[in-house]
């Protein structure tokens, strides 16, 4: 089976991202309350979103120069280490946390706290849990020493 169309029926992180930022924003128009961040501090999460958003696109330009595989389901090809990748094993998945966080504290809802909290849950659990096991297999004691040496996320 191709692996290319294999992973074309599978929810990519991005979407993931997008789908829950959604849900933030439904959720904001239809349970507006309980509200835990005053409306004078929601503006602030534009940063965490500009910045979650940049180090997502940063990262994700890294995967294009080094020419590897972004595909989350794809064999990947190449183990990159540096730049982003020497500070966190994760850099376009700490970007969309980030966004997360932001588009969270943008609506100041409880609810949209909690989806934010559970994007970054299945992202560690799911996501990030099964590229770790295909770089394992795919990298082995070199991919094991890189990340002894690099955090998780950041």
């Not at 064999?75 to 946390?97: C, H, I, K």
């Not at 504290?105 to 849950?121: K, N, R």
């Amino acid at each position: 089976m191709n692996t290319s169309n294999a992973s074309s029926h599978k929810l990519l992180p991005p979407i993931l991202l997008l789908l829950v930022v959604a849900a933030m924003g439904l959720t904001h128009v239809v349970l507006p309350r309980p509200s835990v961040l005053p409306a004078a501090y929601r503006w602030s999460g534009l940063v965490p979103l500009a910045l979650g958003i940049a180090v997502a696109v940063a990262a994700r330009a890294q995967f294009a120069r080094a020419a590897t595989e972004i595909n989350t389901f794809a064999e990947p090809t190449r183990l990159v280490t540096g730049g982003l990748f020497r500070l966190s094993r994760n850099p376009m998945y700490l970007g969309m946390g980030l966004a997360a966080a932001g588009a969270a504290m943008l609506s100041g809802t409880a609810a949209a706290f909690l989806l934010a909290a559970a994007f970054v849950v299945v992202v560690d659990r799911w996501y990030i849990a099964f590229e770790e096991r295909r770089m394992r297999a795919r990298f082995g004691v070199l991919y094991e020493a890189y990340a002894r040496s690099t955090r998780r996320w950041f």
